[in-house]
């Protein structure tokens, strides 16, 4: 790992203790609502001739939920959007898992000046960062962007991933997503498309 590098994530490890710190600015309005349990649930699954044709993606599935609620035996706490990711990748029959939480900032892809995530074209938006080994630890970001009838994800950091169900087991693996992972196109699902999502990462 590069000085940058180190840089970064130690810079990008004290945003997320701000944003765990701070009360929730609305994450997502055209999303979900305010609502406690209020969600959303966004797939893919990319077919063998998309595949085919893009033979160095390595993701070939894709799940992203939403869903508003507060720290697990909290009392008193604003509620948060958490956001749980699960992909599937070439040659890997394991789903890969990880959650964190989403919330909008007029800066939320700058740091020192610099975008975060180069393929999401503004500084503000829906940044979405995963957790490391526990709620506290930086493990990752990715930026959100609404579309007509879904959600478009992008990533060029490496996510903090893990196969087990839940997100204290194991410290996990950094999952590179490269130049053809670098923006998915998700379609809007029914919510219970996420439930067993839903209740495989708990947020502890």
Known sequence: MTMQTSMEKQALFVLIAILVAAPDVHAAPDLIDDAAGSQACFTRSYDAAHLAKNPTQ?????????RRETYPDSVDTPLQTFARLEI??????????????????????????HAIVSGYPHADGIACHMTGENL??????????????????????DINMRTEARVTEGPGEYIAFGPADSLFILNRAADDACSDLQKAIKAE
């Open 58 to 66: 390595k993701t070939t599935s894709m799940r992203f939920a939403l």
């Open 88 to 113: 599937m990748r070439r040659n890997d029959a394991r789903p890969w898992r990880a959650i964190g939480q989403c919330a909008f900032d007029q800066q939320a892809n700058r740091a020192d000046e």
């Open 136 to 157: 506290d630890a930086e493990g990752g970001i990715f930026m959100i962007e609404t579309t007509d009838n879904g959600l478009k994800v992008y990533i060029d950091d």
